[in-house]
């Protein structure tokens, strides 16, 4: 059913900039786990604007096939360009292996002209200058791990590392449902740690923007000895230089705004989002998506 009074997902809201440099910034996810990516682009990139989608409406992604993802991702991306993104960047893991040859695509075919950039790659990188010795574990969502994406990102940058890539099914949506976790939850996340540990891995992806909210839970069951990489940090320094390259960073001196959109619950995506992102939220605007995935 649609969403009664939200705005067509593809709608143009705004006047685009005569400046490319204030243009914003433009950040999707499945749901809220993007948002630590977020957090990290507005920690080091203080004076530039963006605007955040969460697809809640059609979370989770980790057990959807290749090609819906890729629709999904195409329809977020318009909804994006409509608000004149200078930058689109995929934080989601599932639609980065899944979309994005497909998205960069698109945006050659724009005027706005606007660069793409996903969390797998830096993050592989990351991984294989950080290995001790050369075996690097990864905890993902299903699609994920099924497309490969990362077996390939990391073996790109080193063909002599090896990969354990565990599938965790229940983890996004697990940390998505909230706080406090328990025993069970416990239980659950050891299980997935398991395998990594008796690899012997000396370097862990966080496969999924979700999974840096449990990174303690991880820490304390990998072990010390254990670095773990997340998408923000790595993919902020990309950020930050693909701005740098084309000219496109903001002229501003103070900080930039964060708009965000939704699919979903404005309400429930403020509520959770605010403990993702680690500073308020504001207003949530809600987005319509396809009849035949939307829910109420």
Request: overall charge negative.
């Amino acid at each position: 059913m649609m969403v009664i009074g939200a705005r067509n997902l593809g709608s143009d809201v705004s006047r685009r900039p005569t400046d490319s440099r204030r243009r914003p910034i433009a950040v999707f996810d499945s749901g809220v786990g993007g948002l630590t990516v977020l957090h990290e682009l507005l920690v080091q990139l203080p004076h530039e604007d963006f605007v955040y989608l969460g697809d809640t409406a059609r979370f989770p992604y980790g057990d959807r096939p290749p090609e819906d993802l890729e629709r999904f991702a195409l329809e977020i991306a318009e909804a994006l360009l409509a608000r004149h993104a200078k930058l689109l960047v995929v934080a989601c893991n599932s639609s980065t292996a899944a979309a994005l040859p497909a998205l960069r695509e698109r945006m050659r075919e724009t005027t706005l002209g606007a660069d793409v950039l996903g969390v797998v790659g830096p993050e592989a990188v990351q991984a294989v200058t950080t290995t001790r010795n050369g075996r690097i574990g990864l905890l993902a969502t299903p699609a994920t791990v099924a497309s490969g994406a990362y077996t390939r990102a990391v073996h790109a940058a080193d063909p002599h590392v090896d990969l354990v890539a565990v599938p965790c099914p229940d983890l996004a949506p697990i940390i998505q449902a909230g706080f406090p976790f328990d025993q069970e939850v416990v239980d659950v996340v050891r299980g997935y740690v398991k395998p990594l540990r008796e690899a012997g891995v000396d370097t862990v992806i966080l496969g999924c923007t979700h999974y840096p909210l449990v990174r303690p839970m991880l820490q304390r069951m990998l072990g010390r000895g254990v670095d773990i990489v997340t998408s923000g940090a790595a993919l902020a320094r990309q950020v930050e230089h693909a701005l740098g390259s084309r000219g496109l960073a903001s002229p501003r001196t103070g900080e930039g705004t964060y708009d965000f959109l939704c699919t979903g619950d404005p309400e429930a995506f403020r509520a959770q989002g605010t403990r993702f992102l680690q500073l308020p939220l504001g207003a949530v605007e809600q987005v319509r998506v396809p009849d035949r995935e939307a829910v109420t």
